[in-house]
Nanobody, 121 residues
Framework: QVQLVESGGGLVQAGGSLRLICAAS????????MHWYRQAPGKRRELVAS???????NYADSVKGRFTISRDNAKNTVYLQMNSLKPEDTGVYYC???????????????WGQGTQVTVSS
């Protein structure tokens, strides 16, 4: 079994910064893609940023130039540095990872419990 635990959310004024952290633990052989999603009240969950095992990054257009995703494979951890935050960035941020627990066995999706980010105007 694998657990993802997020931290780093909070309340910040517009223009401020936050750094989200997601640490994976449990039976882990390899983590493929790691992603950050967010869900605003009354809206669908959307992909914010992703990073492959090799380090290739992709971002939603709405956060390009402001957010940076990174990962530490030795620590099974993914980060999201969020700068120049806007009120529309408010929502619950979820970590997602595609994990292989045992060599030559299937990969599975895991989600964290979410961390609230609130940006005041």
């Amino acid at each position: 079994q694998v657990q993802l635990v997020e931290s780093g959310g909070g309340l910040v004024q517009a223009g401020g910064s936050l750094r989200l952290i997601c640490a994976a633990s449990g039976t882990i052989f390899m983590i493929n893609g790691m992603h950050w999603y967010r869900q605003a009240p009354g809206k669908r969950r959307e992909l914010v940023a992703s990073i492959t095992g090799g380090g290739t990054r992709n971002y939603a257009d709405s956060v390009k130039g402001r957010f940076t995703i990174s990962r530490d494979n030795a620590k099974n951890t993914v980060y999201l540095q969020m700068n120049s935050l806007k009120p529309e960035d408010t929502g619950v941020y979820y970590c997602h990872a595609v994990v292989q627990s045992i060599p030559n066995r299937p990969l599975y999706d895991y989600w964290g419990q979410g961390t609230q980010v609130t940006v005041s105007s």
